[in-house]
Structures are given as C-alpha cells and as structure tokens.
C-alpha cells in the first residue's frame, strides 16, 4: 500500500497549489471557517454560484498524518462547476491524534459544514462525502456510521481509498498511526458494509499499485453485495495524484448529488 511515490507528483502538488490560489482569487469562499477547538479544525467553504445541486464535503489525503486541504482547493472550482457546493476539510493528524480521534473529528465536521449550507439558505439535510486515499477511508466510515437517526451522508465517492487498514500494520506507515491489528480491523470499512448504505462511487487510478486496485475493487464490490447502489471506475492511465484530473471522476462525484433547488 505505500508504493505511490512518483517522480512527477512533487510536480503535480505544486501545480495544484497554484491551480488551487487562482480559484480562490476567483469565487472568493469562506476560509478556515472552525468546527472544533483543533487548529486543524477548519474548512473552507465554496458556494456555488449558478444552479444549486447539493452540498459535498471533501476530505483530503495524507494516509492519516500529513498534508492539507490547501493542497487540493484546486478541486472546488471543478466541483462548483458541476453545481455542488464545496467544503474542503482539515482534521487533525496522526500521531498528534490517535486515528479513532481523528475520525470522530471528521464527524463533527458533518453537521458543521451542513450548518454553513443551511445559513446560505439551501435545503435539503446531508451531504455527499468524498474523499482522496486516507479521506477515502474517512468517507466511508461516515456513511457507516451510527448517528443515532437519518444520515447527514446522501452519497460516498471514494478516491483510491484504503478500506482494509490491517496491511498497514507491519509497515513504516504505522509508526505515526500506532494501530495494532484489531483497532485496524474494527477501523476498516470494507469489513463492516451493510446494507441500507447510501449510493457510492469508487474510483482508482489504472497505473496505481496493485494493492490499490485491489482495495478499490474489494470495497465497491462489498458496497454492492450488501444491496447497495456502488459504482466502479478504474481511470485509465493516470496514478495516485494525476486520477484528480480525470474529469470522468469529477462527473461520477458530481452525478451523485440529484439535482435540488434552494
């Protein structure tokens, strides 16, 4: 699971950075807007500016300890485009957080960010979650989630997520994220799918490593087996990072919001 290092993608992080500034320049959204007392408690908030077609939350990559929505902002203008609304959402990193702190932190960030949309006037009461690699994980875990009535979450696109966290165990990965293999297995959502799930899409970049491939096809075919709506797309040619330019990934997250008037 850890052989995504690429040459061009120190290349790619940096273009998207700039791609991502220029959108902020442009449609002007909230930023750091707090939903917790963690610094790293904060999301930025894009409105889209013509037809309203719901709300998405996007959680960023990382494998659970490094990296910011700074370096994915990029993506909302793509998505505000497609008539969504964008929160782009931080979270605290592991080891400063155990990872089941982590996860319980993006979920404070759910009714935080529908909060937002409703003081924008938008109807309707969930979300969809999408979610690049770690923030795959942590999209899928929200859908599954008890949360003790009706679900904020509409919908769940996973983005060359990891949902069986127990390979990890025994590598360099886990020296920040101190899992044993019991906490790994009951934090992995590809073993804890049932039905009545929300509609999911699952993509992964067609050069990504095996074990990627893998995971995508495991938890989209988990997600159908259950008895729910999962679709599955391998994006031809790109790895890791260059899938975010697919805009077939960009159509399938969006296609997962009906469309809604405010």
């Not at 203008?77 to 702190?101: H, I, K, Q, W």
């Not at 769940?156 to 165990?169: F, I, K, M, T």
């Amino acid at each position: 699971m850890t052989g995504q290092a690429h040459p061009t993608h120190a290349a790619l992080i940096e273009a998207f950075e700039r791609e991502g500034e220029a959108g902020v320049a442009a449609l002007r959204p909230a930023l750091d807007i707090p939903y917790g007392p963690h610094p790293r408690e904060r999301f930025d908030f894009y409105a889209a500016p013509g037809a309203w077609r719901g709300t998405l939350a996007y959680f960023h990559a990382g494998y659970w300890q490094s990296r910011d929505k700074v370096q994915f902002r990029f993506l909302a203008p793509l998505l505000v485009a497609r008539g969504l609304d964008v929160a782009m959402v931080n979270y605290p990193l592991c080891p400063d957080v155990t990872l089941p702190a982590l996860l319980e932190s993006t979920r404070r960030a759910v009714p935080a960010v529908l909060a937002r949309a409703a003081s924008l006037g938008r109807g309707g009461a969930a979300l969809v979650a999408a979610g690049h690699s770690a923030g795959g994980q942590i999209v899928a875990g929200l859908a599954l989630h008890n949360w003790g009535g009706a679900s904020p979450i509409a919908a769940v696109a996973g983005l060359s997520g990891v949902y069986d966290l127990e390979p990890l165990v025994g590598t360099p990965l886990n020296d920040r994220l101190r899992l044993d293999v019991e906490t790994a297995r009951a934090l992995s959502p590809v073993r804890r799918v049932r039905g009545g799930m929300p509609p999911a899409f699952f993509a992964v970049g067609g050069k990504e490593t095996p074990a990627f491939l893998a995971q995508n096809a495991r938890m989209a075919r988990a997600w159908a087996n259950a008895g729910n709506l999962s679709g599955e797309y391998v994006s031809p040619g790109t790895d890791h990072f260059s899938l975010l330019r697919d805009p077939v990934v960009m159509d399938g997250i969006a296609a997962l919001s009906p469309a809604a008037s405010p």
